[in-house]
């Protein structure tokens, strides 16, 4: 089995493939490595390894996770947050990447301007339509975002979705480039203290197209970690 020295380096030269099919600058692409059921050593070898951020699905984990390793790189919260799980993501990570509710942007909100701090956050998207998804619909986050824009706790800094899951690669292209669509609308619309700086799309099966469709952060774990028991 490859290490995870060699599975970073393998990731990166298909980002790197990627970008140059779609005339981009690698460097413009950042990698999360998400370290769901990945054991403490393994992601200091991802660290090690140059990865600059760490995702992780549950505030639990991360906890200890955090604990045992120390502040050195930033954690983002990248699966569905739980309302009463946001004191302690507020507290932990630098991004959440998965606001899908205002009911939950109220909760940031609050939870953010207790700690007298700002919570950056992502607006996830549903952009594959599939029911067991979390995800704002695509015609309703322009709204959103202008909703939560006056929220002095929260600063809305990019967009994130998770692709439809199909067999081929090619297949999930649509929801990437629908994305990219809804970030330009809201680009144009001109929001005050709203930012459009994070695509975050594209996981292990499909970052290549992800990148080929304007993703600048990727949510990687199978490819670099191995498969989860």
Same mark, same amino acid.
């Given at each position: 089995?490859?290490?995870?020295?060699?599975?970073?380096?393998?990731?990166?030269?298909?980002?790197?493939?990627? @970008?140059?099919?779609?005339?981009?600058? /690698?460097?413009?692409?950042?990698?999360?490595?998400?370290?769901?059921?990945? %054991?403490?050593?393994?992601?200091?070898? &991802?660290?090690?390894?140059?990865?600059? #951020?760490?995702?992780?699905?549950?505030?639990?984990? &991360?906890?200890?996770?955090?604990? @045992?390793?120390?502040?050195?790189?930033?954690?983002?919260? $990248?699966?569905?947050?739980?309302?009463?799980? $946001?004191?302690?993501?507020?507290? #932990?990570?630098?991004?959440?990447?998965?606001?899908?509710?205002?009911?939950? &942007?109220?909760?940031?909100?609050?939870? @953010?301007?207790?700690?007298?701090?700002?919570?950056?956050?992502?607006?996830? $998207?549903?952009?594959?339509?599939?029911?067991?998804?979390?995800?704002?619909? /695509?015609?309703?986050?322009?709204?959103?975002?202008?909703? $939560?824009?006056?929220?002095?706790?929260?600063?809305?800094?990019?967009?994130?979705?998770?692709?439809? +899951?199909?067999?081929?690669?090619?297949?999930?292209?649509?929801?990437?480039?629908?994305?990219?669509?809804?970030?330009?609308?809201?680009? %144009?619309?001109?929001?005050?203290?709203?930012?459009? %700086?994070?695509?975050?799309?594209?996981?292990?099966?499909? +970052?290549?197209? @992800?990148?080929?469709?304007?993703?600048?952060?990727?949510?990687?774990?199978?490819?670099? +970690?191995?498969?989860?028991?």
């Amino acid at each position: 089995m490859a290490s995870v020295q060699e599975n970073v380096a393998d990731v990166q030269e298909k980002i790197n493939r990627a @970008a140059e099919r779609a005339g981009r600058d /690698p460097a413009d692409i950042t990698i999360v490595a998400v370290a769901k059921g990945v %054991d403490v050593e393994r992601i200091r070898q &991802a660290l090690e390894a140059g990865i600059p #951020i760490i995702g992780e699905n549950k505030v639990q984990e &991360a906890l200890q996770k955090v604990k @045992a390793l120390g502040s050195g790189a930033p954690w983002h919260m $990248v699966g569905h947050l739980q309302r009463n799980k $946001v004191k302690e993501a507020v507290r #932990i990570f630098s991004l959440i990447q998965s606001l899908d509710s205002l009911r939950l &942007a109220e909760e940031i909100n609050s939870r @953010a301007l207790t700690a007298g701090t700002i919570m950056d956050v992502l607006v996830q $998207v549903n952009t594959s339509q599939e029911e067991s998804k979390y995800g704002l619909e /695509p015609q309703e986050t322009l709204d959103f975002v202008k909703t $939560v824009s006056s929220f002095k706790g929260l600063s809305v800094r990019g967009l994130m979705t998770i692709g439809a +899951f199909l067999p081929e690669p090619e297949q999930v292209r649509p929801c990437f480039r629908l994305l990219r669509e809804v970030q330009e609308q809201i680009i %144009d619309a001109r929001i005050p203290n709203i930012e459009m %700086d994070y695509l975050s799309m594209g996981m292990t099966s499909d +970052f290549e197209v @992800a990148v080929e469709e304007g993703a600048n952060m990727l949510r990687i774990g199978t490819a670099i +970690f191995g498969p989860r028991e």
